[in-house]
């Protein structure tokens, strides 16, 4: 059974820094592709950004890159996104999502986590 695991979400400030963590269970994830996504309040989902079975890197969201990155251990079963430089408009719930049909990154994978609160405010 595919289980995916956010955590590490929180209050911080403007310009501060915070790290998620998905923890993967029922599967081996560096076989494929995890991304995260994000949803804001009143807002739709987006794709943040995704790292492939191959370790490629797809910014799905111009607005981070430069602040956000994604990496993998593999031997933790875990995929991680660090945030830095935070600002008041990265305030979301972060989802990561994968789908065992795919080695590379999907816009729309079929098993998601539960998601963590990120909440950036002075």
């Known amino acids: 059974q595919v289980q995916l695991v956010e955590s590490g979400g929180g209050l911080v400030q403007p310009g501060g820094s915070l790290r998620l963590s998905c923890a993967a269970s029922?599967?081996?994830?560096?076989?494929?592709?995890i991304g995260w996504f994000r949803q804001a309040p009143g807002k739709e989902r987006e794709g943040v950004l995704c790292?492939?079975?191959?370790?490629?890197?797809?910014y799905y969201s111009d607005s981070v890159k430069g602040r956000f990155t994604i990496s993998r251990d593999n031997a933790k079963n875990t995929v991680y996104l660090q945030m830095n430089s935070l600002k008041p408009e990265d305030t979301a719930v972060y989802y990561c999502?994968?789908?065992?049909?795919?080695?590379?990154?999907?816009?729309?994978?079929?098993?998601w986590g539960q998601g963590t609160q990120v909440t950036v405010s002075s």
């Open positions: 999502a994968t789908d065992l049909r795919y080695s590379d990154c999907h816009r729309r994978p079929r098993s």
């Open positions: 029922g599967f081996t994830l560096n076989y494929y592709g």
């Open positions: 790292i492939s079975s191959s370790e490629d890197i797809t």
